[in-house]
């Protein structure tokens, strides 16, 4: 399985970026989509996730800001980010997992870089 991202860029403070994560190979389609991000210098942290039912979950910084979606034939996560702050500068990375199971795939990760 490979994940594939894109749509990181650099954009102002206040503005919005839109990140799609494309799944291949032997795709499973119960696993749980999510993005985390990470700071340099700092741990990767859980962003949102999305369950194969359109479950979402949000860390407590998104604050409303991001909406996570799934196209589940399409085995494509989206992000959708807006009223970005320089504190969500980080690298995104889109990930695809079933709990339990050895089925756990990261993306390459896209840098997000956004200006004061």
């Known amino acids: 399985v490979q994940l594939q991202a894109c749509g990181g860029g650099l954009v102002q403070a206040g503005g919005s970026l839109r990140l799609s994560c494309a799944a291949s190979g032997r795709t499973f389609s119960n696993a749980v989509m999510g993005w985390y991000r990470q700071a340099p210098g700092k741990q990767r942290e859980l962003v949102a996730t999305i369950t194969s039912g359109g479950t979402e979950n949000y860390a407590d910084f998104v604050n409303d800001r991001f909406t996570i979606s799934r196209h589940n034939l399409k085995n494509t996560v989206h992000l959708q980010m807006s009223n970005l702050k320089p504190e969500d500068t980080a690298v995104y990375f889109c990930?695809?997992?079933?709990?339990?199971?050895?089925?756990?795939?990261w993306g390459q990760g896209t840098q997000v870089t956004v200006s004061s």
């Open positions: 990930r695809s997992w079933v709990r339990g199971q050895s089925y756990n795939f």
